[in-house]
């Protein structure tokens, strides 16, 4: 299973950008996607995950103003980012909860990340 981030960039703070992230390989189904991020010298921390079923999950700094969703036809999430701040800055990783096959269990992959920088 491969995942591939694209969307990233430099944008002034206030501004919005849009994250996509598509998984392709051998998938069977995908349980949920997410977004992660890690600013320099600092731990991996959720964004949002978009679960098959239920509510989306999202970090406390930036739930309203941060919405994920997901094409499950596309294999794909979206993270619409708006009203960015200099401390959003990070690397951005997609995961996705994946079963390969029916009678396997369910693996996290991780994509190589797509870096956003907001300036002040």
């Known amino acids: 299973v491969q995942l591939v981030e694209s969307g990233g960039g430099l944008v002034q703070a206030g501004g919005s950008l849009k994250l996509s992230c598509a998984a392709s390989?051998?998938?069977?189904?995908?349980?949920?996607m997410g977004w992660y991020r890690q600013a320099p010298e600092k731990q991996r921390e959720l964004v949002a995950l978009?679960?098959?079923?239920?509510?989306?999950e999202y970090g406390d700094s930036v739930r309203g103003r941060f919405t994920i969703s997901r094409d499950v036809t596309k294999n794909t999430v979206y993270l619409q980012m708006n009203s960015l701040k200099p401390e959003d800055t990070a690397v951005y990783y997609c995961?996705?909860?994946?079963?390969?096959?029916?009678?396997?269990?369910?693996?996290?992959?991780w994509g190589k990340g797509t870096p956003v920088t907001v300036s002040s």
């Open positions: 995961r996705a909860a994946v079963q390969e096959y029916a009678d396997y269990g369910v693996e996290h992959h």
């Open positions: 390989g051998t998938i069977f189904s995908i349980i949920n």
């Open positions: 978009k679960p098959n079923a239920g509510n989306a």
